[in-house]
């Protein structure tokens, strides 16, 4: 008689290798966990706090089981990971925000998730523990913020700075498990899991090192190519190195005989009365008032 029921056989979670940051190891063991429980589409809103979550989807294993999708607010962020979960509740999605009132955005979402029994996993970057409660700008304190509202909700801490230790790995995966096991347990609905990241937030990797260049080797020096030179006045180009195009002169022509400077008086001009006339300059064929300026000396009245 065959077996009623066979389970699939799943890749087993393997420890990635190192970055250099604790907080980009954390996040990749975090979406390899949530890729095997069945996860498969995230959305993500910008943030400098939330990066190590964005370099994580770079793994190689992570890619082949997780589709992102970017969202400029965290309000259609949530939303869309919302609707993505009530179109397939089977699989859940995954929304990751940075830390301070950007978590916030995501209140309706989860309520609407919570009222709706609709599985979804929200995932938020927080500041470590010795960096919370110091008045920094955009901050709020995150623990908590949906309590009434999820299902399961875990407050993770910050893992080592340069590289995550194997007790932080195991603890992210077996909280990503319990998380994902509320989820979509018999009163399906939405669960929070808070992240403490410590800088770096990257990827680091060692710089390359310089290649001596041998001494016998010559390096050629680039071609010279030929520039082109304009004349402002006759707008004549000729290359580099050649003589240029002789400069055309103008002949000076005299101005003509109605010349006057401009006269900053009402247009049209009003027939001045004999109180109102300051002067008569001579480039100006009409009388000046004397509450206009003549700017035929300067910036004053004749």
Request: aromatic share 4%; net charge positive.
């Amino acid at each position: 008689m065959p077996d009623a029921e066979q389970r699939p056989e799943v890749a087993p979670l393997t420890a990635p290798a190192p970055t250099g940051s604790g907080a980009v190891d954390e996040a990749v063991v975090l979406w390899r966990a949530l890729g095997l429980l069945g996860v498969r589409e995230t959305v993500l809103a910008p943030g400098s706090r939330s990066a190590p979550l964005v370099y994580a989807l770079a793994d190689g294993q992570v890619a082949d089981m997780l589709r992102p999708h970017g969202r400029p607010d965290e309000r259609a962020a949530g939303s869309a990971a919302l609707g993505t979960s009530r179109h397939d509740p089977a699989p859940p999605a995954a929304v990751a925000t940075t830390s301070g009132t950007a978590t916030a955005h995501l209140l309706a979402a989860v309520m609407e998730a919570h009222h709706s029994r609709v599985p979804l996993i929200v995932l938020t970057a927080d500041r470590p523990v010795e960096l919370r409660g110091t008045g920094a700008n955009q901050t709020t304190s995150q623990v908590g913020l949906y309590r009434d509202f999820v299902r399961f909700e875990a407050d993770l801490p910050a893992p080592t700075a340069t590289g995550a230790t194997p007790v932080e790995l195991r603890t992210i995966a077996m909280t990503a498990a319990r998380a994902m096991a509320a989820a979509t347990g018999t009163h399906p609905g939405p669960v929070h899991l808070n992240l403490g990241f410590r800088d770096p937030w990257c990827p680091r990797r060692p710089a390359p090192e310089l290649l001596p260049v041998p001494t016998t080797t010559r390096i050629p020096a680039p071609p010279v190519r030929p520039t082109m030179r304009t004349r402002p006045h006759d707008r004549s180009c000729s290359p580099a190195g050649h003589a240029p195009a002789p400069r055309r002169r103008t002949p000076w022509r005299s101005p003509p005989a109605r010349w006057w400077s401009p006269v900053t008086a009402p247009d049209p001009m009003p027939a001045p009365s004999p109180s109102a006339i300051g002067c008569r300059c001579w480039r100006s064929p009409v009388p000046v008032p004397a509450a206009a300026t003549c700017w035929c000396r300067g910036i004053r009245r004749c």
